[in-house]
Nanobody
Framework: QVRLVESGGGLVQAGGSLRLSCVAS????????MGWYRQAPGKQREMVAVITSGGTTNYADSVKGRFTISRDNAENTVYLQMNSLKPEDTTVYYC???????????????WGQGTQVTVSS
């Protein structure tokens, strides 16, 4: 069983910063990509930032230059440093992992429970 646990969400004023963390634990053979998605009420979940095991990153246009994703492969942890936060960044952020649970299984998609980020104007 694979588990992703996020931390670091909260309330911040516009222009401020937050750092999200996500640790993957459980039965893990290998991790391919890890990343962050967000979903506002009534909207589809959207990709915020993703990082591969080799360090290649991809960002949503709306966060480029403000957010930075990083990863500690040894600790199965992914981070999202969010700077210059805007009220429109307010929503629930979900950690994502593309993970192989055993040598004999294929890759699966796993999600954290979500962490709320609220940016006040």
């Amino acid at each position: 069983q694979v588990r992703l646990v996020e931390s670091g969400g909260g309330l911040v004023q516009a222009g401020g910063s937050l750092r999200l963390s996500c640790v993957a634990s459980g039965r893990i053979f290998s991790i391919n990509a890890m990343g962050w998605y967000r979903q506002a009420p009534g909207k589809q979940r959207e990709m915020v930032a993703v990082i591969t095991s080799g360090g290649t990153t991809n960002y949503a246009d709306s966060v480029k230059g403000r957010f930075t994703i990083s990863r500690d492969n040894a600790e199965n942890t992914v981070y999202l440093q969010m700077n210059s936060l805007k009220p429109e960044d307010t929503t629930v952020y979900y950690c994502y992992g593309r993970i192989q649970g055993s040598r004999w299984s294929g890759m699966g998609d796993y999600w954290g429970q979500g962490t709320q980020v609220t940016v006040s104007s």
